[in-house]
């Protein structure tokens, strides 16, 4: 396995919950290493005395599994013939969503506890509440996003060229620029080639899991909508701007067609909302809001990446890294002015700021205005790319952003 790029954190949520009675469902975009973590997790129960038998791998874009995808009772056979009787077997399954209802085969396998049951898809609409009640008090979403700026750089310390820069400044770069899809990390020195690769990896999201799945007839203008959406990273977005934007070049899609995009493009883990919560009202308000890319590389292979578009390519970073760490993340609204981020475990927040520098004083300024308004006991922190060491300003935390994404004052 050691072609593979090790993905501890999110082995660490798999081994939580080995040999429990749930079925763990891994989601998130195509080819941000889905298969691959449940590889290297089979790999590791193997190293721990599992038998070979008693781990069982399928993945449902097999040609030779086809006449299985239409019969979920003949795909459970199929599955049951392989099982040893009386012995813990691991079952392994990729896009499951390729199977017709397949939430009636995972009930039923799941009622086998002599079956330790994993799944990845690559669709939200998977878990809708209609799925998610089948399935009720039976699975555990496990999502997965690319590789985070601390494991893209642990990565290419290892296998990097003696010509490339491997500060962390440098690795910053490279990283906003070419994003963290697992296979980007085999082409990094042929630019030209990543960028193939990862509108490959858009073109395959946009046809196969919105086009096909939402039937959109129109597939140019599912581009369009998709270029706003990440050209516009970081804005407050609503439905109407989209459609009257696209409506001056001549598209005029109406509101209904653009949510029904939007939604699609959410579904598949291309983009990700994220809502505005009032402060002082605590309480989550109705749009616009704002979107974020899965990974910066996709973003900039489709709208192309400016020096202009640092500041908001360092949000969207931090965002990620949020939603790796957070169960809820918002941005903030107040009469202040706008937070980037808050963010949610329980009733604990936490409030972040997001500047690529506060040198000039008016800009510090500026930028600490908002967390300053908030008088109450929740931390917070204004993130940035000058290196300096921790600084505080009226208990508001001041950190060197590569830092934080690599721990550091988390």
Not at 98 to 106: G, K, M, P, S, Y
Not at 353 to 372: G, K
């Amino acid at each position: 396995m050691a072609e593979y790029i090790p993905r501890e954190t999110e082995l660490a949520s798999l081994r939580r919950w080995r040999d429990k009675d749930m079925v763990k469902v891994v989601t998130g975009v195509r080819r941000c290493g889905k298969s691959t973590l449940l590889a290297l997790f089979a790999e590791e129960l193997r190293q721990q005395g599992v038998p070979d038998e008693r781990i069982v791998t399928l993945n449902l874009e097999d040609f030779a599994l086809s006449h299985l995808l239409k019969d979920p009772r003949a795909f459970h056979d199929h599955v049951a013939s392989l099982l040893r009787p009386g012995e813990r077997t691991y079952l392994f399954i990729d896009e499951i969503q390729l199977l017709d209802a397949f939430e009636t085969a995972l009930n039923s396998l799941a009622l086998n506890h002599d079956l330790d049951v994993y799944v990845t898809g690559s669709n939200a609409q998977m878990l809708s509440s209609e799925i998610a009640t089948r399935l009720a008090g039976r699975y555990v979403e496990i999502h997965l996003l690319p590789l985070s700026y601390a494991q893209y750089a642990a990565h290419r310390r290892l296998i990097a060229d003696p010509e490339e820069d491997l500060s962390y400044p440098g690795l910053y770069a490279s990283f906003v620029s070419q994003g963290g899809f697992p296979l980007v990390q085999r082409l990094a020195g042929d630019p030209e080639a990543v960028s193939d690769y990862l509108r490959g990896i858009i073109d395959t999201v946009l046809i196969k899991d919105v086009a096909i799945r939402a039937k959109v007839a129109n597939v140019a203008l599912l581009t369009d909508v998709t270029t706003f959406l990440l050209h516009n990273v970081g804005n407050l977005t609503s439905l109407r701007r989209i459609a009257d934007t696209l409506g001056t070049f001549g598209r005029k899609p109406s509101s209904t067609t653009v949510d029904s995009y939007v939604s699609g493009l959410v579904d598949a883990f291309l983009v990700y909302p994220v809502r505005r919560w009032d402060i002082q009202g605590l309480r989550l308000l109705a749009g616009p809001d704002k979107y974020y890319a899965v990974d910066p590389g996709v973003r900039n292979a489709l709208v192309g990446y400016a020096g202009g578009d640092a500041g908001h390519l360092l949000e969207n970073v931090v965002y990620l890294e949020l939603r790796r760490r957070h169960t809820s993340v918002w941005c903030g609204a107040s009469k202040a002015g706008e937070i980037d981020f808050v963010v949610s475990e329980g009733a604990d927040l936490t409030f972040y700021q997001v500047a690529q520098t506060v040198r000039p004083p008016d800009t510090l300024a500026r930028e600490l205005a908002p967390l300053q308004a908030i008088r109450d006991h929740h931390p917070k922190r204004l993130l940035t790319l000058d290196a300096e060491p921790p600084i505080t300003h009226d208990g508001i935390q001041q950190l060197y952003v590569l830092d934080w994404l690599r721990g550091a004052g988390t």
